[in-house]
């Protein structure tokens, strides 16, 4: 099977990219798995947080809701709710984060307790609003990217897990499940696997570590609004917000793991409940259902987008820690402007059609074809070596 590109990951990150990709590169996607979105990025909470991250991140987020709006205005039922955060703790520590995040805008305590009548008013001493969050119904936007790029040529493969790779003349021959893949430009967007398959490779791995984080929904005594607020920590050591008729909670542990398919560790929501119960005066009840997923960051905590230094047409879309979704459609545009000025495919920016593989891949041949702020934003992210 032959392609110009090869994703290797079905998460948000490889199905955004391949959507994006789709029509201007042929493209294949292997997922290890044989269902789509089988770890992290069907584990999330499925917010987005314009205040969340760092400021590369901020801006990816910001780009991603746009371009989620406009697929949301397309489709036959909104994707997106709006999901107020309101962040709780010391007058210290809200007043650091508004000073530091302009996003986030000082609430009195009559008003953080008018947004989310349930806080108990001994539980915090000040409160800041990010107003501009937004919930997004996930699996509705994953199968938005996937149905995109498979209506636009993409062939998907399940059950292909990489396993060999070689170098060729022209780009890599590469084995997953049971088929051959030649392809120009391989994209490693496998999440928490990313350093094992550049291993499979032969390349230098970055350092990505997984870090496993928890998260429930949990029934409680008297109902909850389901429109009502996400309340945040300000110390980041809990959020929780409604999910239908539940809460979903989560006790935002940080623990690093082996890339594996994560499981909960027991008595981490019994903890977070009885905690949660100082907090609130919804009375926690029985966990009707937990998950754990793995965050992968590399040490600076920013998304690592682009060629690699040491080797021509290994392209890696990875470490987007706790900000996959809100940045997916960013950073898949991001990726795809990379790896057509890299590559020498036709791109949105018109990067010189050389023919896959002709071009030599390098970090900074984009530039020149990127948009200034598209340079500036790939400059910002994650250094690659
Ligand atoms: C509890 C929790 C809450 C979160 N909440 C949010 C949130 O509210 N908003 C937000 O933006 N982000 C959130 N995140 C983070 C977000 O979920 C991740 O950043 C995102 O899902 C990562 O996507 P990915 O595609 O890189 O990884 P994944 O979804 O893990 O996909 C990688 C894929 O690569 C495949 N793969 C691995 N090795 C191979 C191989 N050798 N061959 C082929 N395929 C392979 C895997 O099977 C996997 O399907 C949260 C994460 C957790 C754990």
């Not at 999330?44 to 969340?52: E, G, I």
């Not at 009840?285 to 793995?294: I, R």
């Not at 071009?359 to 530039?367: F, L």
Request: hydrophobic letters at 45%; charged letters at 15%.
């Amino acid at each position: 099977m032959d392609c110009d590109v090869l994703i290797i990951g079905g998460g948000v990150a490889g199905l955004s990219l391949a959507w994006r990709l789709a029509g201007t590169a042929s493209v294949v996607l292997v997922e290890a798995e044989e269902t789509l979105a089988y770890h992290t990025s069907s584990r999330s909470a499925r917010q987005l947080q314009p205040s969340y991250g760092p400021g590369p991140v901020q801006e990816l987020t910001r780009r991603t809701i746009a371009t989620v709006q406009q697929i949301s205005a397309g489709l036959g039922a909104s994707i997106l709710s709006p999901r107020p955060e309101v962040i709780i703790g010391t007058a210290g520590q809200v007043s650091g984060l508004t000073s530091a995040n302009p996003i986030l805008k000082p609430l009195e305590h009559a008003d953080a307790l008018r947004l989310s009548p349930d806080l108990r008013p001994a539980a915090f001493e000040a409160a800041c609003l990010d107003d501009s969050a937004l919930e997004v119904d996930v699996p509705a936007l994953l199968e938005f990217y996937r149905a995109g790029a498979v209506a636009a040529g993409v062939r998907i493969l399940t059950g292909a897990p990489v396993h060999t790779a070689s170098r060729t003349a022209s780009g890599w021959t590469v084995g997953a499940g049971s088929s051959a893949v030649h392809a120009a430009v391989v994209v490693n967007a496998a999440g928490a696997w990313v350093d094992p398959v550049a291993v499979v490779f032969g390349v230098s791995t970055l350092g990505l570590t997984p870090h496993r984080r928890t998260a429930a929904l949990l029934a409680t005594a008297t109902p909850v609004n389901p429109a009502g607020v996400m309340v945040a920590a300000a110390d980041d050591s809990f959020y929780y917000r409604p999910d239908g008729a539940h809460l979903l909670v989560s006790p935002c542990e940080s623990v690093p793991s082996p890339p594996e398919d994560a499981q909960v560790h027991s008595g981490d929501i019994e903890a977070l409940a009885r905690r949660l119960d100082s907090v609130t005066t919804l009375g926690l009840g029985a966990v009707v259902k937990a998950w754990t997923g793995l965050r992968t960051s590399p040490k600076d905590g920013l998304p690592v987008v682009g060629f690699d230094a040491e080797a021509p047409g290994f392209f890696w879309l990875a470490g987007q820690g706790g900000y996959g979704i809100q940045t997916s459609a960013a950073l898949a545009e991001l990726a795809a402007e990379l790896i057509a000025a890299g590559a020498g495919h036709p791109g949105r920016h018109g990067g010189t059609a050389v023919g896959p593989g002709t071009g030599e891949p390098r970090p900074g041949t984009a530039a020149g074809r990127l948009s200034p702020a598209d340079q500036t934003l790939a400059e910002a992210l994650s250094p690659l070596r």
